[in-house]
């Protein structure tokens, strides 16, 4: 997977190695995991890469097992008391406890962890958001640190949209099979984490979330998690800010476009080349676009409309957004897609 990427004018061309990629779409650490509390004692099933740094335990390890494992010896039962009583009544909760690495060192995380509810009011998976927030020792004042004002705040952004996914895909996993809708859930959450860094990392309390940046790190993030060895994504962002309701839509939007393009333009090919485009225009609107040199779409297909779940969330999107997704086929046989955004829109 090669990237080209520009932003706000400064070029930084070029192959970037897998570490390179994942380093620079991580940023701050926030882990991320997600239980499913209708299976016996609630296992985690997804978590990020992040909560593998900050806990040592590798995927393998901890898929499958509930999150207590991270609890030991100088852990609050008091604290453990509160998580349990939230779980068990379905509530929100913010924590700090002491939790413990692999490797026997303690430290202090910061856990905000609330329920995912189905369109008929059911749990169907908790999301726990984790950061550390010291080293064992003294407890870290909660009042004095405002990640956990930052930290609350997403998530209260971002879980409509979770919910949203999930139910989703609940709907579409009656017709397809449940393995690739994990994977497609997985890859959105990535997408929901990296608006949750970008907002966490802060500390001047702006509200808004520098967009080109997000679009950049969403793009490089689905590049390397459904691209391949010579299909190259190039991203040219300009720099412009978004409330972060319209960033996450904005971010889902380029998130499916972009894995839509991956997955389906370049089938049989060896090499290829996506385009992602931001550009603020005269008439006063942002527009984004994905131009590909693939395939182009199968004969009477017009994208977004009809499709699986990705085509329903951009045309989700599309509406929350009051604009309008278009297609066309490129000259050369491959697609472009693009939206044109109301500036008023951003926030
Ligand atoms: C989404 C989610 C994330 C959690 N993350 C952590 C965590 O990072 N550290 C921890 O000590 N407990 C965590 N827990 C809490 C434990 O899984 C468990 O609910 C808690 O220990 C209370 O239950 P128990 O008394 O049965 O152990 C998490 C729970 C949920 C639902």
């Known amino acids: 997977m090669r990237f080209g990427m520009n932003e706000a004018g400064s070029t930084i061309e070029g192959s970037m190695t897998e570490a390179e990629n994942m380093a620079r779409s991580m940023g701050d650490d926030v882990a991320v995991v997600l239980t499913n509390p209708n299976l016996p004692d609630n296992p985690i099933i997804y978590l990020n890469t992040a909560f593998e740094r900050i806990t040592g335990y590798s995927r393998a390890a901890a898929i499958g097992r ?84 930052a930290l609350r705040e997403l998530q209260h952004r971002v879980k409509n949209h979770l919910s949203m996914i999930v139910s989703m895909i609940r709907l579409q996993a009656r017709e397809e099979s449940p393995q690739a809708d994990f994977g497609t859930l ?76 991956l997955k389906h333009a370049f089938t049989g090919r060896e090499t290829g080349t996506v385009d992602l485009t931001m550009e603020m225009r005269d008439d006063d609107t942002l527009r984004i676009e994905v131009s590909d040199d693939g395939l182009g779409l199968p004969e009477g297909i017009d994208w977004p409309d009809g499709g699986g779940l990705g085509s329903r969330i951009v045309r989700q999107v599309a509406i929350s957004l009051d604009c309008k997704v278009r297609t066309e086929a490129r000259p050369d046989g491959g697609t472009r897609i693009w939206a044109d955004i109301d500036l008023g829109q951003l926030g």
């Not at 509530?91 to 303690?106: F, H, I, M, P, Q």
């Not at 907002?199 to 969403?218: E, I, K, P, T």
């Not at 691209?227 to 190259?232: H, L």
């Not at 839509?249 to 380029?254: P, R, T, Y």
Request: with cysteine; net charge negative; hydrophobic share 35%.
């Open 66 to 149: 509930n999150c207590r494992f991270l609890q030991g010896a100088d852990t609050d039962p008091e604290a453990v008391r509160l998580i349990r009583d939230a779980v068990d009544n379905s509530k929100e909760l913010s924590v700090d406890l002491l939790n413990y690495r692999a490797d026997g060192e303690a430290f202090w995380n910061r856990l905000v962890l609330s329920p995912l509810t189905d369109d008929e009011g059911n749990v169907s998976y908790f999301i726990g958001i984790q950061k550390r927030i010291g080293g064992g020792g003294k407890k870290p004042n909660p009042e004095r640190e405002e990640t956990l004002v």
């Open 186 to 261: 997985s890859r959105r959450i990535e997408t929901l984490q990296l608006l949750y860094e970008e907002m966490s990392g802060r500390d001047n309390g702006d509200a808004n979330v520098a967009l080109g940046a997000y679009v950049s790190r969403v793009a490089s993030t689905i590049g390397h998690l459904d691209g391949r060895q010579g299909i190259r994504v190039n991203v040219q962002t300009v720099s412009c800010e978004a409330s972060p309701e319209i960033a996450t839509q904005i971010g889902f939007l380029v998130s499916e476009i972009l894995t839509n393009a």
